[in-house]
């Protein structure tokens, strides 16, 4: 997706859900109690014109439930209801989310007759256990077999995983994100597990047979992830939960929900990156970092953290940060001041 596109959501809670998971309730989630209709879609389309500038680029995305599980003449209605609006040139694209076992040929080809461009599919983990133990209902296999179906088919790969399941550990979390890399998908998004209000995982939680992922185990876990995925040249659109007023506001009881995910886990990542190159430096040195534009603050940490705990496991007299002029993810060694220099 260009990063001056657009994203109207339209979200279609638990329709097409065969099952509850664990750790699901997407009425909480999204914010939205009622499942979308096709004048619904007009409507959020037409809000979206009135706000945003004219030649932005517009996409609609289906968001909250298994697309392409709901009976067949619920996804007509609202596909016909974007198609219409594609055909005006109100938005450019349709996107979607659904299940690995709700994919087939028959499914893609009517997707395709809409204009559909991009399915995310809720991969979640990859291993067998993690995924019984979640309630998802299908098998890494699955994932695999509708990953291929939907590339074949010419429609831009969206996947979606999770950390912190029940059963899940940090190793399994690599693992995932190594096969699901193997999938060649355009981007993934990393959902660190948050423990939401009237769900299974709630009340597992509840009764001390769920271990809280927290903000920081998903920060320590996805600090291993992301560069799975820069590796392998695939970005991530997306790491932690979209902030909303329904979570905020109580409904995330627990686990990993932080608005600023990201920057924490990319910050993590940066700390790591700085700390190798540090090794052997000379306590009582003054030290300038140079990286990247833009990522001062990341380096700097939240509330100087990662700055603080360099100069103190190095016994560094003072560290100062500097910004190149090339959006780099290189960290260099702008200048050293021994203490004998001093």
């Not at 769900?199 to 998903?218: C, I, M, N, P, S």
Request: charge should be neutral.
């Amino acid at each position: 997706m260009s990063a001056r596109e657009s994203i109207i959501p339209v979200f279609v809670p638990h329709l097409g859900c065969p099952n509850d998971c664990v750790f699901c309730n997407q009425r909480r989630i999204s914010g939205s109690q009622q499942p979308a209709t096709a004048e619904d879609v007009k409507k959020a389309i037409e809000k979206a014109a009135a706000l945003l500038p004219p030649g932005a680029k517009r996409q609609l995305a289906f968001y909250g439930g298994s697309f392409t599980a709901i009976p067949v003449p619920e996804q007509l209605s609202l596909l016909a209801a974007a198609k219409e609006e594609m055909d005006r040139g109100r938005i450019q694209s349709i996107r979607l989310s659904t299940r690995p076992d709700a994919i087939d040929g028959t499914a893609l080809r009517r997707l395709r007759d809409y204009g559909v461009e991009t399915i995310e599919l809720g991969a979640q983990s990859m291993d067998e256990e993690v995924l019984l133990l979640s309630g998802r209902g299908h098998t890494a296999k699955d994932v695999e077999t509708a990953s291929r179906l939907i590339k074949d088919w010419g429609f831009r790969l969206i996947l979606q995983m999770m950390t912190g399941l029940p059963g899940d550990t940090p190793e399994k979390s690599v693992e995932t994100a190594r096969r699901i890399a193997a999938l060649k998908p355009d981007g993934v998004r990393i959902d660190p597990t948050v423990i939401v209000r009237d769900t299974a995982l709630f009340d597992l939680w509840q009764a001390g047979r769920y271990k809280e992922h927290t903000v920081e185990d998903a920060v320590e876990t996805c600090a291993l992830l992301l560069p799975v995925f820069e590796h392998a040249g695939i970005p991530v659109i997306r790491l932690g939960l979209n902030p909303t007023d329904e979570l905020s506001g109580g409904a995330a009881a627990g686990g990993a929900y932080h608005p600023a995910l990201g920057e924490l886990v990319k910050s993590r990542i940066m700390y790591g990156r700085a700390r190798s190159l540090l090794a052997g430096t000379k306590p009582g040195s003054r030290i300038v970092l140079e990286v990247g534009k833009g990522k001062r603050s990341q380096m700097t940490g939240q509330r100087r953290r990662n700055i603080e705990a360099l100069c103190g496991e190095f016994g560094l007299r003072e560290m100062k940060i500097k910004e190149s002029d090339t959006n780099t993810q290189e960290i260099k060694i702008f200048s050293v001041e021994n203490p004998e220099d001093i």
